[in-house]
Each structure stands twice: as C-alpha cells, then as structure tokens.
C-alpha cells in the first residue's frame, strides 16, 4: 500500500511539474489583426501599386480589349464574311494569350514583392514583440491561433500596433 502512494506521489508530482513550468507570465499576439491594423502595410500598398500600377493598367486593357471583340463577335458574327471572322479570332486568340503571358508574369512578380515586403514587416513586428516582452517581462509570447483561451489583459497586440505606429 505503501508503494502504492508513494507511486501515485511521484506520478502526481510528474504531472504537475509541467503545469508549474505553464505559470510563468504569458502573452497572446494576434498576428493577423497586427498586420491589418499597422500603418506600415498601407504604405506598402501605395509602394507596390506605383511600383507594378503601369504593368496592371496595361494587363487591365488587354482585358477590356479581349473582352470588346468577344462581344463584337457574338453580335456582329451573322454580318461578318468568312475573312473577317478569321481575322477577328486571330486578334483575339493573339491578344488572349499576350494577356495570359502579361498577367501570368505581373502575378508572379507581384506576389514575390509583395511577399519580400510581408516579410520585412515580419521582422519590424517580431522586433516590436521582443522588445515589449523584454519590457514587460513576459516569459513566452504565444500566437493567438495557438491558444484557446486567454485573458484580454493577456493580449498584447495592440500594444504592437501602438508600438509600431509610433516607430513608423
């Protein structure tokens, strides 16, 4: 019987040494509301869209262009010779696949910009995090999505944002 307790003791004593390491000051940041609300990622907006707002007007036309012989197409089709339809669809087919080749390369490069200057807020936000961690002495800092429940006192991401609106 003995043995008994003392093993339950050490097994209870096991179980709760990693709730006690779990008492130590946490906090919670929601990434995703940081990256919405930072004044930072507007501008990144405004850089990107006078960085690629040439390239999208011009893949914008393209569009608009395709789309005007389509319904030139559909309503003049009965009015056209053989010659004319031939020579529409040709248009069309040449100015389709400019589209698709234009939009596919202002996707990409769109996309590897707009991660390269993701990935420089990333780092502004986890130095933000660090230093108010630091500051206030937290021991871990969670991501929101990893937690079920906190206290709000417990989130600090407003506390980022108001750091990061003042550091700009």
Do not use: C
Not at 131 to 147: C, P, S
Not at 152 to 164: F, G, M, Y
């Amino acid at each position: 019987m003995k043995k008994l307790m003392n093993g339950a003791l050490v097994s209870l004593m096991l179980v709760g040494a990693p709730m006690a390491a779990y008492a130590e000051k946490l906090a919670v940041v929601d990434m995703g509301a940081v990256f919405e609300q930072i004044p930072q990622r507007e501008q990144v907006t405004k850089q990107l869209k006078s960085e690629f707002g040439d390239r999208m007007a011009e893949v914008q036309k393209l569009q608009d262009e395709l789309k005007g012989l389509l319904e030139k197409q559909q309503r003049d089709a009965q009015l056209m010779t053989d010659a004319q339809k031939t020579d529409l669809v040709r248009k069309m087919e040449s100015l389709k696949a400019d589209y698709q080749l234009k939009g596919k390369a202002l996707d990409e490069d769109l996309r590897r910009r707009q991660g390269e200057e993701q990935n420089k807020l990333l780092v502004k936000v986890q130095k933000a995090i660090n230093d108010i961690a630091k500051k206030e002495n937290y021991d871990m800092v969670l991501q929101r999505g990893a937690v079920i429940y906190v206290k709000p006192e417990q989130d600090i991401s407003s506390k980022v944002v108001d750091a990061l609106s003042k550091g700009q």
